[in-house]
């Protein structure tokens, strides 16, 4: 079994920067990916990236295609972390880990083990 726990929420306001971090642990398979996902206030669960101990990524939300967000993986102790930059009042919302093993998919669908989240308020 998988736990995973995130850390690095908090209230910031527009512009400023948070950096998200999840930690997995108990028996993680050789092959593995991590995903962030955004859920807004009344609004469903979304991919916002996913980064495999392999190297293949998944980039799922504008916020990353625009460089605002950035993902890093560090295999040694199965930490995910995501930069967040240039930050956004609709960047509101619960930021919530997911591992799966070895599919790089941004649907939420595709996940079966999540942590608990970490709350992000971005204030205009």
């Known amino acids: 079994q998988v736990q995973l726990v995130e850390s690095g929420g908090g209230s910031v306001q527009a512009g400023g920067s948070l950096r998200l971090s999840c930690t997995a642990s108990g028996y993680i398979a050789s092959a593995y990916c991590m995903a962030w996902f955004h859920q807004a206030p009344g609004k469903e669960r979304e991919g916002v990236v996913v980064?495999?101990?392999?190297?293949?990524?998944?980039?799922c939300a504008d916020s990353v295609l625009e460089g605002r967000f950035t993902v890093s993986l560090h295999n040694k102790n199965h930490t995910l972390f995501l930069q967040m930059s240039r930050l956004r009042p609709e960047d509101t919302g619960m930021y919530y880990c997911a591992i799966d093993n070895g599919q790089n998919s941004c649907l939420s669908t595709r996940y079966n083990t999540w942590g608990q989240g970490t709350q992000v308020t971005v204030s205009s």
């Open positions: 980064d495999c101990s392999g190297g293949a990524r998944a980039y």
